[in-house]
Nanobody, 118 residues
Framework: QVQLLESGGGLVQAEGSLRLSCTTS????????MGWFRQAPGKERELVAL???????YYADSVKGRFTTSRNNARNTVYLQMETLKPEDTAVYYC????????????WGQGTQVTVSS
């Protein structure tokens, strides 16, 4: 079973920055599409960003230009650099891994809280 472990969440003031990391315990990390999701209280979970095995990225409109995802396959780690944070970015952030050929994300981390104060 692949395990994902997020880190880097916390409390930050508006306009501040945070970097989230997600490390996998096993599996063929280099072949996975890695995604970052978030869920705010009372809201559905939403996809924030993803990075494919080849390095192509996708960002939700709400974070485009402020968030950047990257990966280091040698370290089995994916990152989410968050800049110019807003109070509406407050949520639990999850990383997830999708195996090659899978139609959905197969493995999920436990989540890390990001709180942005105004």
């Amino acid at each position: 079973q692949v395990q994902l472990l997020e880190s880097g969440g916390g409390l930050v003031q508006a306009e501040g920055s945070l970097r989230l990391s997600c490390t996998t315990s096993r599996g063929t990390f280099g072949s996975y599409t890695m995604g970052w999701f978030r869920q705010a209280p009372g809201k559905e979970r939403e996809l924030v960003a993803l990075i494919r095995s080849g390095g192509n990225t996708y960002y939700a409109d709400s974070v485009k230009g402020r968030f950047t995802t990257s990966r280091n396959n040698a370290r089995n780690t994916v990152y989410l650099q968050m800049e110019t944070l807003k109070p509406e970015d407050t949520a639990v952030y999850y990383c997830a891994a999708r195996r090659y050929g899978s139609s959905s994300f197969d493995y999920w981390g436990q989540g890390t809280q990001v709180t942005v104060s105004s």
